[in-house]
Nanobody
Framework: QVQLVESGGGLVQPGGTLRLSCLVSGFTLDKFTIGWFRQAPGNERDGIGCLTGSARAAYFEYYADSVKDRIRIFRDAAKNTVILQMNNLQTEDTGVYYC??????????????????????WGQGTQVTVSS
């Protein structure tokens, strides 16, 4: 059974950093697609980053233009966890952050990777609030 659990959210001041974790079960981080999405109040769920691929071929990282200089996604396969590292956080980064996965994986496809509509398994979300 595929499950995803996010953690690491909280309150952070503008300019601060935060690391969110997505603990996965029901599949391995050898061949996978994990997307991170942000949903601000009253807004749609926006894709901010995605890590996809396989150890046998290659992994691809995709980031939304609005955040590409401030975030990075990487995996810790030993802990079955995908990490979203966020730096220089701004008030507009406030929202609920979700990780999601899809089977079969997307592979090398940025458009699908950053679109919420294609993912079929979701975590419960973790709240991030950026405020002074």
């Amino acid at each position: 059974q595929v499950q995803l659990v996010e953690s690491g959210g909280g309150l952070v001041q503008p300019g601060g950093t935060l690391r969110l974790s997505c603990l996965v079960s029901g599949f391995t981080l050898d061949k996978f697609t994990i997307g991170w999405f942000r949903q601000a109040p009253g807004n749609e769920r926006d894709g901010i980053g995605c890590l996809t691929g396989s150890a046998r071929a290659a992994y691809f990282e995709y980031y939304a233009d609005s955040v590409k200089d401030r975030i990075r996604i990487f995996r810790d396969a030993a802990k079955n966890t995908v990490i979203l590292q966020m730096n220089n956080l701004q008030t507009e980064d406030t929202g609920v952050y979700y990780c999601a996965t899809v089977q079969p994986i997307f592979g090398d496809n940025r458009r699908k990777c950053l679109s919420a509509s294609g993912f079929n398994y979701w975590g419960q979300g973790t709240q991030v609030t950026v405020s002074s």
